[in-house]
């Protein structure tokens, strides 16, 4: 999108939202430990029953900050196509995940984690802020979500 194309409206950002949720693998985790010190890393992803489900290591740096702190910011890469979703975390052992999440991460990446050798954890995140924008004419109303629920 150019500057001097016309501003999405919230309808059609929710939708490209969406859209993206479904197409991309990738999703970058911002965490934080107990003093402070940020964590930023890529994680594969599945939006499942509206919520982004992640897993990793339960007790390397992000497992640990999404256990402990239990809140993220997830962001796609792009920086013209802006997505920030804010939520809240919720942790799953591998035996304990629900089976259709778990199998949704598995049809969209190709791994199910829970045959794995090593221990993995799932985190399911559930979103109470999301904003979308595309270059600066669009930051007004790029607030999609605020409190759990959609504003459009």
Not at 5 to 11: G, V
Not at 20 to 48: K, Q
Not at 107 to 130: I, L, N
């Amino acid at each position: 999108m150019k500057i001097t194309e016309p501003p999405r409206p919230p309808e059609q950002r929710k939708a490209d939202l969406l859209d993206r949720l479904e197409r991309e693998i990738d999703i970058w985790a911002a965490t934080a430990d107990g003093a402070g010190v940020p964590c930023l890393v890529p994680l594969w992803f599945v939006w499942h029953e509206e919520a982004v489900w992640l897993c990793t290591r339960p007790n390397n740096p992000t497992g640990r900050n999404l256990r402990n702190g239990r809140r993220t910011r997830l962001a796609f890469g792009d920086t013209r196509d802006v997505v920030l979703i804010d939520g809240e975390v919720e942790t799953f052992a591998a035996p304990e995940v629900p089976r259709a999440a778990a199998e949704a991460f598995r049809a969209k990446t190709g791994w199910d984690p829970r045959e794995d050798d090593a221990s993995y954890a799932f985190f399911r995140v559930r979103p109470h802020a999301v904003q979308a924008w595309c270059e600066v004419h669009e930051l007004p109303r790029r607030h999609l979500m605020r409190d759990g629920a959609w504003v459009i």
